[in-house]
């Protein structure tokens, strides 16, 4: 379905972000970027639809050469795929349903979305989809009283409002919290699986890629290092990917990481005479 061949980015500063990726991403599979930061994860799949322009290489999604495209050609291409952003991209003045339907800008236009004139069969595919992932409560509230997994959320059935063959994902729980990150990451594989979707999600949490990706691509500085199935993450490899670390320690607490306050100015009283006069109270 999506296929990189030799793709790769090079900025105007001579850093080269991206090195000769080689991808093929078949349809329904749910493929997870992993890597440190500055690997080149966010660049991989904006070059995808063209947010950053590759600097070589072909990107083909359902045969159509993507690196070719432009003006209403490239608008159209991208109709096909759906962007979900790690800091949510809503306009937080609108509502829940406005914010869902600027999902149609793509085929009504700028101008009839600007006068919120939409088809009313988008209309009704909002009102289903946001009932699908869990907010038909919030329809007519404004986006920035939502929290960070509702605003989420909206962003999710925004995307799937464009019916989009492709899902292109980043990093979806990077500002979330451990319950609320595992809940957007099994919406989005269910919602995959129900539509026979393919998605390329950037995640920096290895866990949540392991139990909700059918495969892992490990990047690190530009370079596929590593390409194959969650259960195929051994410790070597994660230190492939990131570098060395005791990937199979769980860590132990630090049980005098927390001192009382008071109990620390005493020491300090006891240990420099100066800090004794008024310091404690």
């Given at each position: 379905m999506l296929t990189l061949s030799g793709v790769g980015k090079r900025y105007p500063t001579g850093d080269r972000a991206l090195t000769d990726i080689e991808l093929t991403l078949p349809k329904g599979q749910v493929m997870a970027l992993i890597g440190p930061s500055?690997?080149?994860?966010?660049t991989l799949i904006r070059c995808v639809n063209r947010l950053v322009e590759p600097t070589q290489g072909s990107i083909r999604l359902e045969g159509t050469e993507i690196t070719q495209l432009s003006g209403h050609k490239l608008r159209q291409a991208r109709r096909s795929m759906g962007m979900i952003f790690q800091e949510y991209a809503l306009i937080d003045r609108l509502t829940v349903m406005e914010n869902v339907l600027s999902g149609q800008l793509g085929y009504v236009g700028f101008w009839r979305s600007f006068l919120r004139r939409y088809p009313q069969e988008a209309v009704v595919e909002a009102f289903r989809l946001l009932a699908r992932v869990g907010l038909p409560h919030a329809i007519d509230k404004r986006a920035d009283a939502l929290s960070g997994g509702q605003r989420q959320r909206v962003g999710i059935a925004r995307?799937?409002?464009q019916s989009p063959k492709l899902l292109l994902v980043d990093e979806p729980t990077a500002s979330l919290d451990p319950k609320t990150s595992r809940q957007i990451m099994?919406?989005?594989r269910e919602l995959c699986a129900e539509r026979d979707l393919a998605a390329i999600i950037n995640i920096h949490d290895v866990t949540l890629a392991q139990q909700f990706a059918d495969r892992i691509v490990g990047l690190r500085a530009?370079?596929?290092?590593?390409d194959g199935l969650p259960s195929e993450l051994t410790s070597e490899i994660l230190t492939t990917i990131y570098g060395e670390e005791d990937w199979d320690t769980t860590p132990e607490p630090m049980e005098d990481a927390v001192v009382d306050e008071r109990d620390t100015k005493l020491r300090l009283a006891s240990a420099v005479p100066e800090f004794a006069a008024g310091s404690v109270r």
């Amino acid at each position: 379905m999506l296929t990189l061949s030799g793709v790769g980015k090079r900025y105007p500063t001579g850093d080269r972000a991206l090195t000769d990726i080689e991808l093929t991403l078949p349809k329904g599979q749910v493929m997870a970027l992993i890597g440190p930061s500055g690997a080149g994860k966010s660049t991989l799949i904006r070059c995808v639809n063209r947010l950053v322009e590759p600097t070589q290489g072909s990107i083909r999604l359902e045969g159509t050469e993507i690196t070719q495209l432009s003006g209403h050609k490239l608008r159209q291409a991208r109709r096909s795929m759906g962007m979900i952003f790690q800091e949510y991209a809503l306009i937080d003045r609108l509502t829940v349903m406005e914010n869902v339907l600027s999902g149609q800008l793509g085929y009504v236009g700028f101008w009839r979305s600007f006068l919120r004139r939409y088809p009313q069969e988008a209309v009704v595919e909002a009102f289903r989809l946001l009932a699908r992932v869990g907010l038909p409560h919030a329809i007519d509230k404004r986006a920035d009283a939502l929290s960070g997994g509702q605003r989420q959320r909206v962003g999710i059935a925004r995307a799937l409002l464009q019916s989009p063959k492709l899902l292109l994902v980043d990093e979806p729980t990077a500002s979330l919290d451990p319950k609320t990150s595992r809940q957007i990451m099994r919406l989005i594989r269910e919602l995959c699986a129900e539509r026979d979707l393919a998605a390329i999600i950037n995640i920096h949490d290895v866990t949540l890629a392991q139990q909700f990706a059918d495969r892992i691509v490990g990047l690190r500085a530009g370079e596929i290092v590593f390409d194959g199935l969650p259960s195929e993450l051994t410790s070597e490899i994660l230190t492939t990917i990131y570098g060395e670390e005791d990937w199979d320690t769980t860590p132990e607490p630090m049980e005098d990481a927390v001192v009382d306050e008071r109990d620390t100015k005493l020491r300090l009283a006891s240990a420099v005479p100066e800090f004794a006069a008024g310091s404690v109270r």
